[in-house]
Structures are given as structure tokens and as C-alpha cells.
């Protein structure tokens, strides 16, 4: 039996900042995460899920687009996180550029 610890999605919004909304558009839309699921069907979140999702709530909210950061590894994510801001304010995207608006939107929900 796994001894791996799963989050809820309230959990998950609690510590990531995401409403439930926008957890499922990023799923459906992006494959960011995957989550397990429950035997009543509720989503189950890993730490490295929940770790993903924050990084990708942190970098939407710096101005990248979620559509271009979704598909990459967490190890990248961080290595842009990492690097801080670029041009402008705005942190640089896989290509090394300022991105576009990709986040920010009405209602606080980046990329919807």
C-alpha cells in the first residue's frame, strides 16, 4: 500500500491561491497535473502536484502564459522562477524572452 500523502482541492487551492475553476481548466485544457482520484470520483493531488500548480500560479502571475509553460517538467519551472524577472518586470520564458499576458485576468484567475 502507498504511503504517499494526497490533498484535496480545497487544500490545493488554499495553498496554491487557485480557485477549483481554474485547477480544472489547467487539467483539461493543458495537462498540467493529473491528479489520482477517489472512489467517489473527488481529485486527489500529490505534493509534486501541488508544488507544480503553485509554480505555474507564480510564473501565469509574473506574465507567462500558461499555455506555453503548462507542458514543461518542474525542474524548468523552477529554473524560471529561478531566474527572476525579466525585461520589463515580466520573468523570462522557456526561450529566454519576456512573455506576453498569460495571466492576470479578470477576477484574479490567471490564464482563463
Known sequence: MSTERFHTMKAVELRTGLSAHLIRV?????GA???ARSGTQRRLYTEAEVERLHLLAQLSQLGLAIGQ?????TEQLR???GR???PKGRAEG???GARGSGGGGAGGDPGV
Open 79 to 81: 529554473g524560471i522562477l
Open 94 to 96: 522557456p526561450g529566454g
Open 69 to 73: 509553460i503548462a507542458g514543461l517538467g
Open 33 to 35: 497535473v493529473t491528479p
Open 26 to 30: 489547467w487539467e483539461r485544457r493543458y
Open 84 to 86: 527572476g524577472a525579466g
